[in-house]
């Protein structure tokens, strides 16, 4: 996120949301900044997040990537983080669960991040979860923006039907690719015609 003041942009999408959790908070301020061109900084969303925030827009996103402490833990153990380091973060006595794999990239975060090895092919899925914050009967479609000729990406399903308000529905992101530059950046958006839920797809080398 590129902004001076993303504490203030949180405390006004709190104001209007004070039951939401920071990751929805978050969420909200991500999915609904504004991009920024590539060509102002070759590090692209490594440089500026994923935009401007919007305050104004945040305030209803129409969608959001909830996660909660729990969700985090995995995260950690999926990062290799050991028991002990764990419960002096979480302040009780959390522990890694056995299986710990994927959950690294299946962190219910509103972007996508992908490291991977020059002219090898690869195949990644990540799975995400949102839930419905804006009209309780929504229909949401999935465009995807990205180079021509760069990634191979799907996204199943690739339209979701909402019929409440804090409903939650669940969508698996696909990537394969061989590749051949240093980085490629791109976003998915869901879109029902109010909203545009805009989430960076960012692979590298």
Same mark, same amino acid.
């Given at each position: 996120?590129? $902004?001076?003041? #993303?504490?203030?942009? !949180?405390? %006004?999408? *709190? ?7 920071? !990751? ?23 440089? %500026? ?7 104004? *827009? ?10 909660? @402490? ?6 950690? $153990?999926?990062?290799? %983080? ?8 979480? *302040? =009780?006595?959390?522990? $890694? ?6 959950? #690294?990239?299946?962190?219910? %975060? ?8 020059p002219l090898k092919p690869f195949s990644r899925t990540f799975k995400r979860t949102v839930t419905n914050v804006g009209s309780p009967t929504a229909v949401y479609r999935a465009n995807l923006s990205f180079p021509t000729g760069t990634l191979k990406i799907r996204v199943n399903p690739d339209v979701l039907s909402f019929t409440s308000v ?9 990537? @394969? ?13 869901? =879109?029902?015609?109010?909203? *545009? ?5 960012? #692979?590298?080398?």
């Amino acid at each position: 996120m590129s $902004c001076p003041h #993303v504490s203030g942009a !949180a405390a %006004y999408v *709190k104001s209007f949301h004070p039951t939401w959790s920071p !990751a929805a908070i978050q969420s909200a301020l991500m999915t609904t900044a504004a991009p920024m061109s590539s060509g102002i900084n070759m590090e692209a969303e490594f440089a %500026y997040g994923s935009g401007h925030l919007n305050p104004l *827009k945040a305030a209803n996103p129409g969608l959001v990537y909830d996660a909660n @402490e729990t969700d985090y833990i995995n995260f950690l $153990c999926g990062q290799g %983080y050991a028991t002990r380091l764990i419960q002096l973060l979480s *302040k =009780d006595n959390s522990t $890694c669960p056995k299986d710990t794999n994927g959950t #690294v990239s299946e962190l219910n %975060y509103p972007s996508f991040g992908l490291s991977t090895s020059p002219l090898k092919p690869f195949s990644r899925t990540f799975k995400r979860t949102v839930t419905n914050v804006g009209s309780p009967t929504a229909v949401y479609r999935a465009n995807l923006s990205f180079p021509t000729g760069t990634l191979k990406i799907r996204v199943n399903p690739d339209v979701l039907s909402f019929t409440s308000v804090g409903q939650k529905l669940s969508f698996d992101v696909i990537v @394969e690719a061989t590749m051949d530059k240093a980085m490629v950046s791109g976003a998915l958006v869901w =879109d029902d015609g109010e909203h *545009k839920v805009r989430s960076p797809i960012v #692979v590298f080398i």
